[in-house]
């Protein structure tokens, strides 16, 4: 929600949630509908990933934040997000190896920036509630990553004779699917929150407008009524 003081501000941030939730449903439409889970399909979505988004966060995020070391901090975050994007489009066949280390490595700083961000405009900002959100859902994908064995290889049976191997790139790139619809589905409610908001604090100012009247009709009739 918008805070009461600058409404407009915060509303004009609206499309940049929209924006970066694009790139993020992609990525988990692309890792949810392929059943090859392997470190060249990760980095591969989350190459397409990481250049969009960093685009739109670096690109869409001067106009609305101003001048000042918020907007610092995303456009630098959208240059590190497009370098990472860059290195993992570049070269796809790298390996288990190095697929963790790019996902986890810009996992944890641009998630910190962000939680940063968040922190830093607290109750001063209606969007810091959603960068406190998604720095930290992003933190935990980088947590995730990092404990995660890269040499498992776990074999499985179930019913109906379904058999089959858990190993790292399984977890890791299904975790990425799962992050990118956790964060496009926040980041449209967020979206339009934001959008919003400003009817809603508008709508609740003109109500206690209204409501101040009623409140001294009472005490007018009493008045009235004593013998004068």
């Known amino acids: 929600m918008a805070s009461r003081d600058t409404p407009a501000r915060d509303a004009a941030y609206w499309y940049v949630p929209l924006a970066r939730a ?19 399909l990760g980095l591969l979505s989350f190459g397409i990933f990481a250049v969009l988004s960093g685009l739109a966060l670096a690109l869409l995020s001067s106009r609305p934040l101003g001048a000042g070391v918020q907007r610092s901090i995303f456009i ?15 070269w796809p066949s790298a390996g288990l ?22 922190l830093r405009t607290r109750g001063r900002h209606a969007a810091s509630r959603d960068w406190l959100f998604v720095g930290g859902l992003t933190v935990i994908l980088a947590v995730v990553v990092l404990v995660v064995p890269p040499d498992l290889q776990q074999q499985f049976s ?22 990118g619809a ?12 934001l959008k919003w908001a400003p009817a809603e604090v508008a709508a609740a100012e003109a109500g206690s407008t209204d409501a101040a ?3 001294a009709a009472p005490t007018e009739a009493v008045q009235d009524g004593n013998p004068s």
């Not at 630098?76 to 570049?90: E, P």
């Not at 697929?99 to 962000?114: D, K, M, Q």
């Not at 179930?158 to 992050?179: E, F, K, M």
């Open 97 to 118: 190896g190095f697929f963790l280390f790019l996902l986890s490595a810009w996992a944890a700083l641009t998630g910190f920036l962000e939680l940063y961000a968040g």
């Open 158 to 179: 179930g019913q109906n004779g379904v058999s089959g191997v858990l190993s790292t790139s399984i977890i890791v790139v299904g975790c990425l699917g799962a992050y």
């Open 213 to 215: 009247p009623t409140e």
């Open 22 to 40: 694009i790139p993020a449903a992609l990525m988990a439409v692309l890792i949810t509908f392929n059943a090859d889970h392997s470190a060249t």
């Open 76 to 90: 630098g975050q959208g240059i590190l997000t497009v370098l990472a994007g860059l290195v993992a489009l570049i």
């Open 182 to 193: 956790i964060a496009a589905v926040y980041l449209v409610i967020a979206g339009l929150s």
